[in-house]
Every structure is written in C-alpha cells, then in structure tokens.
C-alpha cells in the first residue's frame, strides 16, 4: 500500500463546475499537507498548504484536512480552463531536519470551456 | 523559478554511459533534493541533501548518485544509465518545514 493515495482520474468537467480532488493517507507521522499544481512540462508549483484539520481558503481554491480519517481534499469553485494542469498532493515529515515530501500520483483536470 | 535551474533541460544517451545532471540555486538555502517523475508514479525522491557533503538516499536510489560540493550546486549522476532511468527528473529546495518546495523546471532525460 502506498504512503499516498490520490484518485488518478483524469478528470474533465464544464467551465464554472465545482471541482473536488482527494488523496487518502496512511502515515500519521504527517506534518504538513499540501497542494502542487503542475502544467505540462513544468515543475510543480506550491498552490496551498496546511497542518491542521480543517478548511483553508484562498480565493477560489480551499484545502481541507481531516486528519482522523486520513483524508484531504482540495475544492476549485468556479474553475476556469486555464486551472487545467495536473493536481498533485502532498505530505512531509522532517527526518534530520530536512523536510520529507510524499507525492500522491497526481490528478490530471481539463476545464473545458 | 525562484533562483533555481537545471541543466540539460533535455538529454538522449545510450544505454551504459554516465550521466551528470546538474541543480543551480541562488538562494542559498541548505536543502536540495532530486525526485523523478514518471506516469503511474508521481514524484519520488531519488536523494536529498541538507548541507555541504551531506546527503542521503531517498525511495529510488539505487542506479544514482550525487554530490553536493558547494552549497549552491546539487549533482545527480546516473553511474550507468539504463532505459528504466528514463524519466523527467527535478530538482527542488526548501527554506523550510511549512514553506513547501520549490522546484526546478525539470530535465527530461531518454535512454536508448
């Protein structure tokens, strides 16, 4: 089983939909829980980040963690065709004090306008 | 991106030769690490580094090596490359636990 489960989709959904992507875990050793999103041939970009349960928003995109059940999700509201790249989540641990970053598969999401 | 290359951004070799890649910071900043990225996979860490000399292994690290002479430069070297090294591979750093990383734009490397 890994680390970091992320629903693989693709997904693709009408612009203006309400967009939801999840990733389950196993490591209760978790820190930190993040959102990248990557376009096509760039490196991934930090979107969100958060440590604890709960929701965080920023603008249209809000985070949400659930750390009894091991879930956490990222919710886009009125999406848009240029949110079309590749959701990646994200979890840490610190081990000799250098940040450990498991990745989820990604998600690959098309906004079609 | 932040203060941080990689170099080549592409490269084709053959099966069996030595490969160097290369990471370039600016900032100064302690952490660096290698991952790679393949369909099916997400990002895994190949090997991190958290200071000058100062490295060790990550999930895949078998096949690769690395050095970190100078804190702004982070090499990856694949001793003998194999075509199951094919990969797109990037760098990243970190200023911090709650900061997240900043990644590279990526080298995507083919071995035939």
């Known amino acids: 089983q890994k680390e970091v489960e992320q629903d693989p989709g693709p997904l693709s959904v009408p612009e203006g939909a309400i967009v939801s992507l999840n990733c389950t875990y196993s490591?209760?050793?978790?820190?930190?829980f993040m959102w990248y999103r990557q376009y096509s041939r760039k490196g991934p970009e930090l979107l969100m980040y958060t440590y604890s349960s709960g929701n965080k928003e920023d603008g249209r995109f809000t985070a949400q963690v659930d750390k009894s059940s091991k879930y956490i999700s990222l919710f886009i509201r009125d999406s848009q065709p240029s949110d079309s790249a590749t959701y990646l989540c994200a979890m840490t641990w610190e081990i000799q004090g250098a940040q450990k970053l498991v990745f989820g598969q990604g998600t690959r999401l098309t906004i079609n306008p | 991106d932040a203060g941080i290359t990689q170099s080549p951004r592409h490269k084709v070799t053959e099966t069996g030769t030595p490969v160097t890649l290369r990471c370039h910071q600016t900032?100064?900043?302690?952490?660096m690490y290698w991952y790679r990225q393949d369909p099916g996979h997400g990002l895994r860490l190949i090997h991190y580094s958290y200071g000058v000399k100062d490295t060790d292994k990550g999930e895949v690290s078998d096949g690769y090596s690395v050095s970190r002479s100078k804190t702004e430069d982070f090499l990856l070297t694949l001793e003998s490359a194999t075509s199951s090294q094919t990969s797109v591979y990037f760098c990243a750093i970190t200023t911090g636990l709650n900061y997240g990383y900043t990644f590279g734009s990526g080298t995507r490397l083919t071995v035939v």
């Open positions: 900032e100064n900043h302690r952490y």
């Open positions: 490591n209760s050793a978790f820190q930190y």
